[in-house]
Structure formats: structure tokens, C-alpha cells
């Protein structure tokens, strides 16, 4: 899961009517704030403070567990070289359900009206195969999805190519036929490139407007 999404549209040519949609899970759907699971172990300043460090990448050691790599083998990496941020990043990891806030207001509405529609719905995010089941736990909507692509369980995460390609057979459609939601113009770029269709996502009401566009019954 990325920290700083981007905005802006982003698409190819329009897939037929009855597409799959294929859903990021973080900022998409599911509410994701990093700084509220590491301030409930270091308290707000300290998680302010470690968000902002000019000599600690937060993003690229979160890259590593939605990569593949095990928590263990990321703290043990901070222990070696930034010690003196060992508590703060492994605030993020014991306390992380702090960081699901909530359902995105009015994605899951769409997940829904989708569904009810017969359009069939998979997820595509960057996540850690360790923290993932929590998301199932605590958002039902996922149970919507017919399958979540999770990045740390297969060892490849966005934006590389190797990623989507997974989706031809977890799906059992061709890239063309499915429209792809992220909140990062990068993922959404390389998307496009694999010829899926692409939507940054900025909010549900324009979402519902895109999607609408494609022929989608929302």
C-alpha cells in the first residue's frame, strides 16, 4: 500500500459492456492511514516525526512486505540501519488494524450496485501476505470479490507488468476486458500499458460517473 496518491484520469479504449472491474484496496475501498497505527505505539509526534524523516524512506520499507519480504527480515533490516526508528517501524506492524479507518465513502456502494448487476468484481492491491487477513475481518465488502490479488502472497507488487498478467488467470478474462480503479496514476499507467482500461480514482462520485460512461450498470 502507497502513501501519497495521485490524481487525474488515465484510461484506454473502452471495454465492452459487462467488463470485470478489478479494485485497489487501499484508499480505494478501505480507508488506509499508516500514521495512526504507529502513533498507537509511539504516540502522534513520534509517528509525525518518523513520517517526515529526511533519512527514513517509509514508503520503500512498506514496499518491501507488499514485495514479498517478511516483516521480520523488514524490522530486522531497520534494526541494522536506521536503529534508532526500530520502535517506530514496528509500531506499524503490531498495531496496524489502527491504520484500517474505514470504508472509502461510497466505493463499497459501488462494489455493491456492481454486484447486484452481475458484474464481477476482483481485487489488485499492495499488501503484505502477513497483514492482509485483516482487511477480510473487518470490511464484508470484500466478500464481494470473487478473488483479491494480494502483492506479499505472490511476491510481485504494482506497478510491475508481472502483477496484472496474474489477473488473465485469476480471472479468466483477457486484460482487455477489465477496468482497473487505483488511487496512483503509476498503477493505473501500467495498467493501461498491459491494455486494461484504467481510472484514477479521486472520489466515488466521480468514479460513479466514469464507470457509468464505460456502460457499467452504477
Request: charged share 20%; hydrophobic share 45%; aromatic share 8%.
Amino acid at each position: 500500500m502507497g502513501l501519497s496518491p495521485t490524481h487525474g484520469p488515465a484510461t484506454t479504449p473502452v471495454p465492452h459492456v459487462g467488463a470485470g472491474v478489478v479494485w485497489d484496496l487501499g484508499n480505494v475501498l478501505i480507508d488506509w492511514d499508516a500514521s495512526r497505527a504507529i502513533a498507537a505505539g509511539v504516540g502522534e509526534h513520534e509517528a509525525a516525526r518518523f513520517l517526515a524523516a529526511d533519512d527514513f524512506d517509509f514508503r520503500a520499507y512498506n514496499h518491501g512486505p507488499d514485495s514479498g519480504l517478511s516483516w521480520d527480515e523488514a524490522e530486522a533490516a531497520v534494526a541494522r540501519s536506521h536503529p534508532h526508528w526500530l520502535e517506530h517501524a514496528r509500531a506499524y506492524r503490531a498495531h496496524f488494524p489502527a491504520s484500517l479507518v474505514g470504508e472509502v465513502p461510497g466505493s463499497s456502494d459501488l462494489v455493491r450496485e456492481l454486484h447486484a448487476g452481475g458484474v464481477r468484481q476482483w481485487g489488485l492491491t499492495n499488501w503484505s501476505h502477513e497483514l492482509y487477513p485483516h482487511a477480510p475481518r473487518m470490511f464484508e465488502v470484500l466478500a464481494l470479490l470473487d478473488d483479491v490479488v494480494v502483492s506479499g502472497t505472490e511476491g510481485l507488487a504494482k506497478p510491475d507488468p508481472r502483477v496484472y498478467e496474474l489477473l488473465v488467470a485469476r480471472t479468466g478474462r483477457p486484460l482487455a476486458d477489465l477496468v482497473f480503479v487505483d488511487d496512483r496514476a503509476d498503477n493505473v499507467a501500467a495498467a493501461c500499458a498491459l491494455g486494461m482500461t484504467g481510472l484514477v480514482f479521486t472520489g466515488a462520485e466521480a468514479l460513479r460517473l466514469d464507470l457509468r460512461g464505460l456502460g457499467l450498470p452504477v
